[in-house]
């Protein structure tokens, strides 16, 4: 499965980001969607995951309240909604898909599909 995300850019503190993920067609309802991120020296963390097909979402407890995951299911897209952002979310964010086995979707699932990803810079 091919994910291409977009959006990254540069923002200072309290600014707000929307990253997209785009993946191939009709997968969306099928499928857990996740985004992560890696900052310089730190593992990779889960941010936030979605039941594309009209299930839960689930957050990190440090994005919880400030970023949304949704998703477009006619445009194949999964976006991530990112506001008050924080130095410490600088990172490349990077989108993941896996087959949704079971009723729920979060960021600890073996996710097999990734994408590029996509630089965050806070400041």
């Known amino acids: 499965v091919q994910l291409v995300e977009s959006g990254g850019g540069s923002v200072q503190a309290g600014g707000s980001l929307r990253l997209t993920c785009v993946a191939p067609e009709d997968i969306l309802g099928n499928y857990c969607m996740g985004w992560f991120r890696r900052a310089p020296g730190k593992e990779r963390e889960g941010v936030a995951a979605i039941d594309a097909g009209g299930g839960n979402t689930y957050y990190a407890a440090s994005v919880k309240g400030r970023f949304t995951i949704s998703q477009d299911n006619p445009k194949n897209t999964v976006y991530l909604q990112m506001n008050s952002l924080k130095p410490e979310d600088t990172g490349m964010y990077i989108c993941?898909?896996?087959?949704?086995?079971?009723?729920?979707?979060?960021?600890?699932?073996?996710?097999?599909?990734w994408g590029q990803g996509t630089q965050v810079t806070v400041s």
């Open positions: 993941a898909a896996e087959p949704r086995l079971r009723g729920y979707c979060d960021t600890y699932l073996p996710y097999t599909s």
